[in-house]
C-alpha cells in the first residue's frame, strides 16, 4: 500500500507576495507561535522566499498572571497582548506585522484583516473554533485574490499537560499525479473531525487566573511551548520540504510521548 503524503500548495512554495498569516490567540500558545512564526519568517527571507506578513488577533490584554508561563514581562502589564507582541517581534526582526485588538470573528467585515492563506488557531474554547471554521466554510466559497486566497488551517490546542496540532485544507488542494505516494488533497476541519468532544466540553477552564501559581494549577509552564514548537516544525516542513507525511500530533508532557497524526 502506498504511503500517504500531502504536497504543498505551490503558492506556499513560489508565492508572488508574502504569503499571508492570521493568528488567532496570542496567549500561552500564540505568543510562542508568534515568536516561531518570525523565526520561519526569517528563514524564509534567507532562501530567496519572500516570506510571509501575519496579522494577530486578540482582545485580551496582559494581566500579572500571564507572566512567567506566556511571553510578557512585567513592564507590558495592561497592554493588549497582541499589540506587546507584535511590536517587540517587528523591533527584533524588522518585520511589519499588524496587530488586532478585536477578536478574530469580529473582523468578518473587515476585508483588509480576516482573508489570508494561512489560518493559525490558538485558542481557550471548542466556541471559538467552530467559529473560525464557520468564517473559513465562507471564505472557501468566495472568490479571492491568489495573496488572499485560503489555503491552510493549523489548530493549537492543550489541557493541562497534553495538547495537540492540526492541519487541516481550505477545501481540496490539487496534488500531482506519484506512482511512490499517495496524494491526500483534503484534510478535514478538527471541528469534524472531533466534533462530538468538542460538543461535550470546552478543552479546558478558561476562567482567568488571579497569579502565576494558580494559572500552573490549570496548566503545565511549558505545555504551550511543547505545542507551538510541534506546529511551528509542521509548518516549516510544509514550506522547505513541500510535503508532510503528517498533519499534526497529539503531545504529552506528563508520558513525554509525542504521537504523529497520520494523513488518512
Not at 85 to 102: D, E, P, S, V, Y
Not at 243 to 254: D, E, H, P, T
Request: with cysteine; glycine share 6%.
Amino acid at each position: 500500500m502506498k504511503t500517504a503524503v500531502h504536497i504543498t500548495d505551490n503558492y506556499l512554495i513560489n508565492p508572488t507576495n508574502p504569503v499571508t498569516v492570521n493568528v488567532v490567540g496570542a496567549g500561552g500558545t500564540g505568543s510562542q507561535m508568534l515568536t516561531a512564526l518570525a523565526r520561519i519568517n526569517h528563514a524564509l527571507l534567507s532562501l530567496d522566499h519572500p516570506g510571509i506578513m501575519v496579522n494577530a488577533f486578540d482582545d485580551d490584554r496582559i494581566s500579572e498572571a500571564n507572566l512567567g508561563r506566556q511571553l510578557f514581562s512585567e513592564s507590558e502589564i495592561g497592554m493588549y497582548k497582541s499589540v506587546a507582541l507584535i511590536n517587540r517581534l517587528n523591533r527584533f526582526f524588522g518585520t511589519n506585522w499588524k496587530a488586532r485588538t478585536h477578536r478574530f470573528a469580529d473582523a468578518l467585515y473587515d476585508n483588509d484583516t480576516y482573508k489570508a492563506n494561512l489560518f493559525i488557531t490558538c485558542v481557550d474554547t471548542a466556541k471559538s473554533r467552530f467559529e473560525v471554521s464557520e468564517l473559513l466554510y465562507e471564505l472557501n466559497n468566495s472568490r479571492s485574490l491568489e495573496r488572499e486566497r485560503p489555503i491552510y488551517w493549523m489548530d493549537l490546542g492543550n489541557s493541562r499537560d497534553t495538547g495537540q496540532v492540526v492541519l487541516s485544507t481550505i477545501g481540496k488542494i490539487k496534488q500531482p499525479e506519484s506512482e511512490k505516494y499517495r496524494a491526500v488533497a483534503e484534510l478535514p476541519f478538527i471541528t469534524e473531525m472531533f466534533k462530538d468532544q468538542l460538543e461535550k466540553a470546552d478543552q479546558f477552564d478558561d476562567t482567568p487566573s488571579c497569579s502565576l501559581a494558580e494559572a500552573l494549577t490549570k496548566q503545565d509552564l511549558f505545555i504551550n511551548t511543547s505545542v507551538a514548537t510541534v506546529g511551528a516544525s509542521l509548518l516549516w516542513q510544509l514550506f522547505q520540504q513541500g510535503m508532510i507525511f503528517n498533519r499534526g500530533a497529539f503531545v504529552n508532557l506528563k508520558t513525554f510521548l509525542t504521537q504523529p497524526l497520520k494523513l488518512e
